[in-house]
């Protein structure tokens, strides 16, 4: 009998060690998440509220980036469903990754000090609807076709001998070539997107839009392009293709890599003032005031804008300015932030970069997105007489596509493994060329005779 309760002493003891040992190890545990959260560390965690230089701007997690995320068999039961395009590439990692480091400010703010000498331009539009050839002839030239031409052939002929993470999504990876220099590489999740995202950079050729990084495809195996070949191109980074589960018959993009960019905020003409997509922030028209009390700067700015609305709604870009209407109904300060998929050069010329959503899969969800596509465009009024020209031409001869698979085959040797736009597409096209068409003349008769 004495052994049997001292053995109930024991476990009893034993009991009461273990709970006093379960109730201190709580109390430590909950007063040291106190701590942190009452004494926050360095904001690494928190990318967004750096980025945007204020209080956290944190989205709500029901916006248009939080959808793409979303996985697919959830995706179905909702009914503004939308593919998984590039749920990463607007974070800023994909900045980062994009243009290495962050000093284009400092160069921007220079910018701005070279303006003093004639800051403001009181006549910045002229026929009505058009920038005025002053503006035109001191805007940058862009990514001319003839640096272009070169890099491609460059691109095209050099090894690669190293792949690391960069440029987006983790699909994605910044390629260095043999001979030092680097450029984005871009592996669809499926041909859809390359092909989109090719096709695109053809048209803003067509359109003589220079904004876009020239673009090469090349195939991971095989024949491919170029003097070294798809498979001797790639042979030195065969270990870390094949670790990144990449199809081995691919092809991917190549873009060229641009340092010392920084994030784009949409100017205030072009925001929504409202959450159910019914209006843009005034829209960007030839008599407004603000116009006149705009830098020389900002002007080249709007007018690269005016470029980059035509060119989405043509091709039904639904990942940039589109997408941020979309997210407003759930994200009222989604304006404010850095536009997805846009990025600013030192000198200020505007980057329209990743725009694998365009003319394939844009055309595919065309339903979806018209009525956001549909107000973009209609808040724009003032145009480059050069990019209004070839829309009236291209209109005016209905060979948009003949055009544009002309240039594709004779700037891409690829072109046949990739494929061309489907029929109903093509006609989409040359429709939504007809439609920008219309909507500079109609521009025309409101402003042209004021």
Known sequence: MKIVLANLFALLFLC???SVLYVWTTLESRLDRHKRS???GPAVDHPRSLRSGGPSTDPSPKTFRALLAVPAAERLQRPA????????TGSPDHRMSYHGDNEGGSARRARGGEDRADRF????VEDGIFWSQRLEEQLSAGFTEEHALAWRARARAQRVVRLEPGCG????QLATFSDGTRACVRYGINADQVQGETLTSCLATLLG???????ALSQLSGTGAGAAGGGEQWAAVRRRVEGLQWSERAVVSLTEWVANLTGVVTPSLLRQEGGDGGGVGGGLH???QELRNKTRAELFELMQWSDLILMDYLTANFDRLVSNLFSLQWDPRVMERDTNNLLRAPRGDLLFIDNEAGLVHGYRVLGMWEKYHDTVLGSVCVFRRRTARRVAEMSARQDARARLLELYRDTEPLAPVLGFLSDEHAGLLQARIDTVHRHISQCREKYGRL
Do not use: H, K, M
């Open 81 to 88: 469903g939308v593919y998984n395009l590039s749920a990463s």
């Open 121 to 124: 331009d009181p006549n910045p």
């Open 286 to 288: 030839p008599f407004r």
């Open 209 to 215: 839009i220079a904004n876009l990084p020239p673009l």
């Open 16 to 18: 009461t060690c273990l």
């Open 169 to 172: 999504r983790i699909s994605n």
């Open 38 to 40: 009452t004494f926050p």
